[in-house]
């Protein structure tokens, strides 16, 4: 229900309502189990619908699926009605787009590795600066060669190839090692076996498909099914950041718009911090700081204020209290800091009325007039217009069939890529390498079977006899007769005259 530009939450001892100009503010819904948490956030996501405020949920139980059906009014639906006065309530129903990262219950969502980029990806992995240093390199060289980063085979395939030019990388972008590559592939694994690689690849979501309207002007609700998600922290905290700091980079400054553009609803928000590094703690720090100035509105559902880290606490405006149980001292102090968040009402303790709360029933505090914090109300919340509880799976397969999403995001595509282009490119050098390889080996075959044949040829020629024929030696023998001979008499002669003179 609208009022004057606010959302009715409900009444304590006045009516409680959310200024749609202070809603991208952000805000906390916090409680046990059990206490009425998903209530408030349909209760919220209704309003902002019905104010033409686009929403997303990430639905963990799939108890908000209720809200794409038309409101059927129980008993204590009618009752908290009438007590709290609200005449106006009515059975209603609201457009909603169902998503899932697994593509079972709903339209998958996908975002490609280059979307996710760098730095937020060694924020995801928890990276150290040198296996950052490493994956920023990687990302460059695909950049320079023209390597398309659609998928997890990609990256992969991406970092053997700079593995194996390691040399060359080096010498140009700083040293790569093997120790850091081996690193983010088992940083990878991990988050592969979470289940991303249904979350990497293509179509990529389309942030303006979040931030549709219908016919008659009402936000549509994008209501993630989270149920098996949630199984998966890293990956759910993969695409809650991903998702912010997708609209923090696409969405234009608009300062303090009248209503949010685009409202946020995490559930289990602390998925998104348990053993979350601290770079990644300052990064949604950091997001939910600047996001506001883009007329987003993030709103974090979870069991415990202590659930969120005390500098994004700080972040969150708007609060919706519901019961917390006080047993051991950790729940104790949980207690004593949700008191302490509030802005106190003398009318009453709100350390011990967060213990005495019943369910549906809220501590309430919202940004006032000048974006002053109301003081706390004990608030009966108002019952939802849409069903409460979830839908059937007929139900919800009916609903994605209207879907006016379902052709561009249910198809899967696969265009050539890093993967597909680095594996040609290995094929191509392995077959020009067994090629050169096979005509080595043809020229040295040649070459052996060359001198063989040369040796058999030289094996085969006719060997020149060094034995002399009868005639032969006859021939010899009378010349060397005939010479020696002929050798005397003309020593003699010579003598003889050398006698006579003297």
């Known amino acids: 229900m609208l009022v004057d530009g606010s959302i009715f939450l409900g009444v304590s001892d006045r009516p409680e309502y959310l200024k749609l100009k202070y809603a991208n ?53 009618l009752k908290r009605a009438e007590d709290i006065g609200f005449s106006d309530f009515a059975d209603d129903v609201y457009p909603v787009i169902f998503w899932d990262l697994f593509g079972k219950q709903g339209h998958p969502v996908r975002a490609t590795i280059s979307e996710m980029g760098p730095v937020l990806l060694s924020r995801i992995l928890d990276l150290n600066d040198t296996q950052e240093g490493v994956l920023n390199i990687a990302f460059r060289v695909a950049d320079e060669e023209g390597l398309l980063l659609l998928d997890l085979k990609d990256l992969r395939a991406l970092l053997v190839e700079v593995q194996e030019r390691a040399k060359e990388i080096s010498a140009r972008y700083g040293n790569v090692t093997t120790a850091s590559i081996g690193a983010i592939q088992r940083a990878l694994l991990v988050l592969e076996q979470q289940g991303a690689d249904n979350f990497f690849g293509e179509r990529a979501l389309t942030i303006a498909d979040l931030m ?116 051991t001292p950790r729940e104790q102090k949980a207690v004593r800091v949700a008191a302490e968040t509030f802005r106190p009402n003398p009318a009453f303790s709100t350390e011990e009325a967060i213990t005495q709360l019943g369910i549906g029933e809220a501590l309430v505090s919202v940004l006032e007039d000048k974006g002053v914090p109301s ?29 006016p999403v379902g052709s561009l995001y249910d198809t899967v595509l696969d265009r050539e890529s890093a993967f597909e282009v680095l594996h040609k490119r290995a094929r191509d050098k392995q077959l020009a390498d067994e090629r050169a390889a096979y005509e080595e080996a043809q020229r040295a075959e040649a070459e052996q079977l060359a001198e063989e044949r040369a040796r058999a040829e030289r094996a085969a020629a006719p060997r020149r006899s060094t034995r002399q024929s009868l005639t032969e030696a006859a021939m010899t023998s009378f010349a060397r007769t005939v010479a020696n001979t002929l050798g005397r008499e003309l020593v003699r002669g010579i003598l003889g005259g050398l006698k006579g003179r003297r």
Not at 375 to 403: C, H, K, W, Y
Request: aromatic residues 8%; proline residues 6%; charged residues 20%.
């Open 25 to 77: 503010r952000h805000g906390l819904i916090t409680g046990a189990t059990g206490t009425g948490k998903t209530v408030s956030l349909q209760v919220l996501a209704e309003g902002f619908s019905a104010a033409g405020v686009p929403v997303f949920a990430a639905d963990i139980k799939g108890d908000l699926s209720g809200i794409s059906r038309m409101g059927k009014a129980k008993d204590w639906q």
């Open 375 to 403: 003081m706390v109300g004990r608030t009966f919340i108002r019952p939802p217009s849409a069903q409460v509880g979830p839908i059937s799976p007929a139900e919800r397969d009916a609903t994605l069939a209207n879907s």
């Open 212 to 327: 549709r309207t219908d016919a008659d002007g009402r936000g549509v609700v994008s209501i993630l099914a989270a149920d098996h998600l949630m199984q998966a922290p890293r990956l759910y905290a993969t695409f809650l950041l991903w998702l912010l700091s997708e609209l923090f980079e696409e969405l234009p400054e608009v300062g303090d718009p009248d209503k949010p553009k685009l409202v946020f609803f995490f559930d289990e928000a602390h998925l998104l911090f348990d053993d979350a590094p601290k770079a990644l703690i300052d990064k949604v720090e950091q997001v939910v700081k600047l996001i506001r100035s883009k007329g987003v509105g993030v709103y974090f559902v979870t069991q415990n204020p202590v659930d969120i880290p005390e500098s994004v606490l700080a972040q969150l405006a708007n609060r919706v209290q519901h019961a917390l149980r006080a047993y």
